[in-house]
């Protein structure tokens, strides 16, 4: 059974600075896809970034230049490090682990962001 925890979240002032962290932890496929959504209230899930095993990486156009996405396949963590953060950034951050175009498709429980003074 694969379980996906994230960590780090909480709060930062604007233009602050965090770190999450997402470790999958069971047998996952190494064509794995790892990456990070996010969800404001009463808006729907969206994309922040994807890392592929071949080393591609994805963002929305919200977050290029301010979040960095790594990965470390051998410890089956993927990161996301967010620079220079707004309150729109503010939301609940989950990580998603897949393979197999989706067959295998994990979630995190989500870790709380809040951008604020």
């Known amino acids: 059974q694969v379980q996906v925890v994230e960590s780090g979240g909480g709060l930062v002032q604007p233009g602050g600075s965090l770190r999450l962290s997402c470790v999958a932890s069971?047998?996952?496929?190494?064509?794995?896809?790892m990456g990070w959504y996010r969800q404001a209230p009463g808006q729907q899930r969206e994309l922040v970034a994807v890392?592929?095993?071949?080393?591609?990486?994805n963002y929305a156009d919200s977050v290029k230049g301010r979040f960095t996405i790594s990965r470390d396949n051998a410890k089956k963590t993927v990161y996301l490090q967010m620079n220079s953060l707004k309150p729109e950034d503010t939301a609940v951050y989950y990580c998603n682990v897949n393979w197999l175009g989706g067959v295998y498709y994990y979630w995190g429980q989500g870790t709380q962001v809040t951008v604020s003074s």
């Open positions: 069971g047998r996952i496929g190494s064509r794995s896809v």
């Open positions: 890392s592929k095993s071949d080393g591609t990486t």
